[in-house]
């Protein structure tokens, strides 16, 4: 089963995402390094910045084999960036929806300060190649970015309601301007090697507790 992207506007919330599925067999096996090397790729050279003859050396294979699994480069991007998706919401499903919107907002921050100052986000580096990757391409970092906000838009308006985000009035907006200011972030803290510049656009958004 390959994972499909949801459309946002259906949703309240962020729902199971649904893996690519595991491949048996030596083939199948080439398939998921291919789109994991891949995966790395893209995040250290952008869209452009690699060939099928760049990802068959760090796989170890014939650029033949690519093509028997990814036709076109388009092919290799999609499956690349459906894997990268599921895997990502999944994360996201991890942060206890129980907890006051602070906290949900703290343990959304961890999923990416982990990795912060080694790794970029791998939808933000292809958003930055935006007018030469394909139109298909295009819909679904679109989709990436609208299932992270609409997940935020919704922890906002709760911390506008318990005082512990700041709020411009639109949840949407913020939850849009967080995620962009998240994703410029991820690209400086790697520039600069400060992890902590990520951590500095969770806090911007704050509200210190009221004393009792």
């Known amino acids: 089963m390959k994972f499909r992207l949801q459309d946002p506007a259906a949703m309240s919330d962020i729902s199971p995402a649904t893996p690519v599925a595991k491949s048996s067999g030596a083939s199948g096996n080439t398939r998921e390094q291919l789109i994991a090397h891949a995966q790395t790729l893209i995040r250290e050279r952008g869209y452009n910045g690699f060939s099928y003859r760049d990802l068959a050396e760090h796989v170890g294979v014939?650029?033949?084999s690519i093509h028997y699994h990814f036709p076109q480069k388009e092919d290799l991007l999609?499956?690349?960036?459906?894997?990268?998706?599921?895997?990502?919401?999944?994360?996201?499903?991890?942060?206890?929806?129980?907890l006051p919107a602070r906290q949900r907002l703290d343990q959304y921050a961890r999923l990416f300060t982990r990795t912060a100052g080694d790794q970029v986000c791998m939808c933000g580096m292809l958003t930055a190649d935006f007018n030469s990757v394909p139109d298909s391409v295009r819909t679904v970092l679109q989709t990436f970015y609208r299932l992270h906000e609409t997940w935020l838009a919704k922890v906002f308006a709760e911390g506008a309601r318990d005082g512990t985000l700041k709020s411009s009035g639109d949840p949407h907006a913020d939850a849009r301007a967080l995620f962009a200011a998240l994703?410029?972030?991820?690209l400086a803290s790697?520039?600069?090697?400060?992890?902590?510049?990520?951590?500095?656009?969770?806090?911007?958004?704050?509200?210190?507790?009221?004393?009792?």
């Open 62 to 64: 014939k650029t033949a």
């Open 190 to 212: 790697r520039l600069f090697q400060a992890p902590d510049r990520v951590q500095d656009v969770f806090a911007s958004v704050q509200r210190e507790p009221q004393p009792a």
């Open 78 to 98: 999609l499956a690349a960036v459906d894997d990268y998706t599921g895997r990502a919401l999944q994360a996201v499903r991890t942060v206890d929806e129980s």
């Open 183 to 186: 994703q410029g972030a991820l």
